[in-house]
């Protein structure tokens, strides 16, 4: 492919320059934030990523450490693994981990105008597009949020593998060198899978002769990645068990799990139209749009659907239009649209049904539309410099502004809440991070006006949870934990049991209750509730612990060892499994048995509290 041809104004180190700096230091504020939203469970409180010793865990099962069922298959060793050598070197520093994901949004700018000013052969198209990419406010949440550090590593190993994909004249070493990199995209997220659609579809629509010599020439690349795409999904399905999502029959994060297989695709399609609009006016973003937050699409006669139909029949028309005239816009829209196709709900459901971090890698194809459309005009109407860079500067306002709801999670629950969201999920952990900011004062500052309004707040965020959706379980379980905390029992009591009637192995609420009825002097109710947990799930951590712990009030350590070794079975890295070990090993006269128990203990001492 030929060099791109040089254009007035800056060189491309300067543009180079630019881009990386916009990336990096729009972003750089966010070493200031908190750990938020799921960085909690990924991270924070995920033992497979805080120790090194079980580092292979993440190599070898879920990276949330669960089975295939609880994590929806999700399988992503490489990005994982990131999170752990930084928690291995920096501890539980977030400013670091935020500052990793700024840096290498800045690198992800860069490869943007590297590979456009292939594509465009305008070293100031691929200005544009690099800036765009660098400043659009769409992409807040993928680095704002530090496991949206996945949707960058993601996007990063694609343009890596795409440049060395473009880079001159294949030969073995290059074909092998860009099937690695896209194999590592996809250790880092399955949404990396249609990387391969990419670098095919981009060959034949950017190639300037397409003849059998080219053919020969490209297919040896195009092999090579499609044993990359084979190798992953062989490597996954000998570790979940599965080849592509797991069977789930209802998912509260895509309310659309819930439907019928029509609405699916009809939401699935207005949602297509839906995501040009957050990238073509992205005003009014929030990070979570499920339930009530989009409404399902029942009809073909719902005027949001033949908008879209409209809308993605003009955006093909177009594409087809620039074939011939702008081929970058042709690129761009394909690009998009490929990019998006895995997280789309069409081919299947993901976990969410729309979300802003998966538009990181896809608006790609409209920075490259903007950089074709952008070069035209200053072409045409040089003034217009100062048109765009207006419009750069506003892109750039709104993601400074934007992206500061993210410092932590009270601030982003109460800014999706306060714009109206009808998400139960949103207002589930309004509730938990109001409850979570009373408790960081002290258990005994509970009684101060501020941390009552606080829990009184999460009480409030509970029932609009459980309004928008009746099931619920978790806002109802913090429900009754905030009335614990408030010292009114009997409501808690209320609340919890309602729980532990639907979902018995519920373990928030489980762990509630069984305290109170110790509270409360109601022992004759502890077996029936771990009876229950039990039979729903043989595997319920909470209900294995307060089996082992009663048992061994009970002077009956037999059947605590029984439980004890159960919960070792399923957290052998936890320091409380053995710890209930040890104690029933020492009432059974096993003093070799409680002193290795007591050696696992300490080497596991950093997750004392596991489970509890």
Same mark, same amino acid.
């Given at each position: 492919?030929?060099?791109?041809?040089?254009?007035?104004?800056?060189?491309?180190?300067?543009?180079?320059?630019?881009?990386?700096?916009?990336?990096?230091?729009?972003?750089?504020?966010?070493?200031?934030?908190?750990?938020?939203?799921?960085?909690?469970?990924?991270?924070?409180?995920?033992?497979?990523?805080?120790?090194?010793?079980?580092?292979?865990?993440?190599?070898?099962?879920?990276?949330?450490?669960?089975?295939?069922?609880?994590?929806?298959?999700?399988?992503?060793?490489?990005?994982?693994?990131?999170?752990?050598?930084?928690?291995?070197?920096?501890?539980?520093?977030?400013?670091?981990?935020?500052?990793?994901?700024?840096?290498?949004?800045?690198?992800? $700018? #860069?490869? &943007?105008? +590297?590979?456009?000013?292939?594509?465009? %052969?305008? *070293? @100031? =198209?691929?200005?544009?597009?690099? !800036?765009?990419?660098?400043?659009?406010?769409?992409?807040?949440?993928?680095?704002?949020?530090?496991?949206?550090?996945?949707?960058?590593?993601?996007?990063?190993?694609?343009?890596?593998?795409?440049?060395?994909?473009?880079?001159?004249?294949?030969?073995?070493?290059?074909?092998?060198?860009?099937?690695?990199?896209?194999?590592?995209?996809?250790?880092?997220?399955?949404?990396?899978?249609?990387?391969? $659609? #990419?670098? &095919?579809? +981009?060959?034949?629509?950017?190639?300037? %002769?397409? *003849? @059998? =010599?080219?053919?020969?020439?490209? !297919?040896?690349?195009?092999?090579?990645?499609?044993?990359?795409?084979?190798?992953?999904?062989?490597?996954?399905?000998?570790?979940?068990?599965?080849?592509?999502?797991?069977?789930?029959?209802?998912?509260?994060?895509?309310?659309?799990?819930?439907?019928?297989?029509?609405?699916?695709?009809?939401?699935?399609?207005?949602?297509?139209?839906?995501?040009?609009?957050?990238?073509?006016?992205?005003?009014?973003?929030?990070?979570?749009?499920?339930?009530?937050?989009?409404?399902?699409?029942?009809?073909?006669?719902?005027?949001?659907?033949?908008?879209?139909?409209?809308?993605?029949?003009?955006?093909?028309?177009?594409?087809?239009?620039?074939?011939?005239?702008?081929?970058?816009?042709?690129?761009?829209?394909?690009?998009?649209?490929?990019?998006?196709?895995?997280?789309?709900?069409?081919?299947?459901?993901?976990?969410?049904?729309?979300?802003?971090?998966?538009?990181?890698?896809?608006?790609?194809?409209?920075?490259?539309?903007?950089?074709?459309?952008?070069?035209?005009?200053?072409?045409?109407?040089?003034?217009?410099?100062?048109?765009?860079?207006?419009?750069?500067?506003?892109?750039?306002?709104?993601?400074?502004?934007?992206?500061?709801?993210?410092?932590?999670?009270?601030?982003?629950?109460?800014?999706?809440?306060?714009?109206?969201?009808?998400?139960?999920?949103?207002?589930?952990?309004?509730?938990?991070?109001?409850?979570?900011?009373?408790?960081?004062?002290?258990?005994?500052?509970?009684?101060?006006?501020?941390?009552?309004?606080?829990?009184?707040?999460?009480?409030?965020?509970?029932?609009?949870?459980?309004?928008?959706?009746?099931?619920?379980?978790?806002?109802?379980?913090?429900?009754?934990?905030?009335?614990?905390?408030?010292?009114?029992?009997?409501?808690?009591?209320?609340?919890?049991?309602?729980?532990?009637?639907?979902?018995?192995?519920?373990?928030?609420?489980?762990?509630?209750?069984?305290?109170?009825?110790?509270?409360?002097?109601?022992?004759?109710?502890?077996?029936?509730?771990?009876?229950?947990?039990?039979?729903?799930?043989?595997?319920?951590?909470?209900?294995?612990?307060?089996?082992?712990?009663?048992?061994?009030?009970?002077?009956?350590?037999?059947?605590?060892?029984?439980?004890?070794?159960?919960?070792?079975?399923?957290?052998?890295?936890?320091?409380?499994?053995?710890?209930?070990?040890?104690?029933?090993?020492?009432?059974?006269?096993?003093?070799?048995?409680?002193?290795?128990?007591?050696?696992?203990?300490?080497?596991?001492?950093?997750?004392?509290?596991?489970?509890?």
């Amino acid at each position: 492919m030929s060099e791109p041809t040089p254009s007035s104004g800056l060189s491309p180190r300067q543009w180079s320059v630019l881009i990386f700096l916009v990336g990096l230091l729009l972003f750089l504020p966010t070493v200031s934030y908190e750990f938020t939203y799921d960085d909690s469970y990924v991270i924070v409180s995920n033992p497979l990523v805080q120790s090194p010793a079980l580092f292979p865990k993440l190599w070898l099962r879920s990276y949330l450490g669960g089975d295939v069922n609880t994590n929806m298959g999700h399988w992503r060793p490489l990005g994982a693994s990131t999170y752990a050598v930084t928690w291995w070197v920096f501890g539980d520093r977030p400013a670091v981990f935020h500052l990793t994901n700024a840096l290498i949004h800045a690198l992800n $700018g #860069l490869l &943007v105008f +590297g590979l456009a000013r292939r594509w465009l %052969r305008c *070293d @100031r =198209a691929a200005g544009i597009a690099g !800036l765009l990419f660098a400043l659009h406010p769409v992409h807040i949440e993928a680095v704002a949020n530090v496991i949206g550090r996945a949707e960058l590593l993601v996007t990063l190993f694609t343009l890596l593998a795409w440049r060395v994909h473009l880079g001159g004249r294949p030969t073995a070493a290059r074909a092998l060198g860009a099937a690695a990199l896209y194999l590592c995209a996809m250790l880092c997220k399955e949404s990396a899978v249609p990387g391969l $659609g #990419l670098f &095919v579809l +981009g060959d034949v629509i950017m190639a300037p %002769r397409r *003849d @059998r =010599a080219w053919l020969r020439e490209r !297919l040896p690349l195009w092999l090579a990645h499609l044993g990359a795409l084979a190798l992953f999904l062989l490597l996954r399905r000998a570790v979940l068990g599965i080849w592509g999502a797991p069977g789930i029959d209802r998912m509260p994060t895509n309310p659309l799990s819930a439907e019928s297989s029509l609405t699916q695709w009809l939401t699935a399609i207005t949602a297509l139209a839906f995501h040009w609009r957050l990238l073509l006016w992205p005003v009014a973003l929030q990070f979570d749009y499920a339930h009530r937050a989009f409404p399902a699409v029942t009809s073909p006669l719902d005027p949001r659907f033949i908008a879209a139909v409209i809308a993605l029949g003009a955006l093909a028309a177009l594409a087809i239009w620039a074939w011939r005239r702008a081929r970058g816009v042709t690129q761009g829209i394909v690009i998009h649209f490929t990019a998006i196709s895995i997280v789309s709900n069409i081919a299947f459901l993901p976990g969410v049904m729309i979300s802003e971090r998966s538009l990181y890698l896809p608006s790609l194809g409209l920075c490259l539309m903007a950089g074709v459309c952008g070069e035209a005009l200053l072409r045409r109407w040089p003034p217009m410099i100062w048109g765009l860079a207006a419009v750069g500067l506003a892109l750039g306002a709104q993601t400074t502004v934007q992206m500061r709801c993210w410092s932590d999670d009270l601030a982003l629950f109460t800014h999706a809440a306060e714009r109206g969201s009808n998400s139960t999920m949103v207002w589930g952990n309004l509730a938990a991070a109001r409850q979570g900011a009373a408790l960081k004062r002290g258990l005994q500052a509970l009684e101060e006006p501020e941390s009552r309004a606080l829990l009184l707040g999460s009480i409030e965020a509970s029932d609009r949870a459980i309004e928008i959706w009746p099931d619920n379980l978790d806002a109802l379980a913090l429900r009754g934990q905030a009335w614990v905390l408030l010292g009114q029992t009997d409501l808690a009591v209320t609340d919890l049991d309602s729980v532990l009637e639907r979902g018995p192995h519920h373990g928030r609420a489980l762990r509630l209750r069984l305290n109170l009825a110790r509270e409360r002097r109601e022992l004759d109710l502890i077996d029936p509730l771990v009876d229950a947990a039990l039979a729903r799930n043989p595997h319920c951590v909470v209900a294995l612990q307060a089996r082992a712990r009663w048992r061994l009030d009970q002077g009956r350590p037999e059947e605590a060892l029984e439980a004890a070794e159960h919960l070792v079975e399923l957290l052998p890295f936890s320091g409380v499994a053995w710890g209930f070990v040890a104690e029933a090993r020492a009432a059974l006269g096993d003093a070799e048995g409680a002193a290795e128990a007591r050696r696992q203990i300490e080497r596991w001492h950093w997750t004392i509290g596991l489970g509890q």
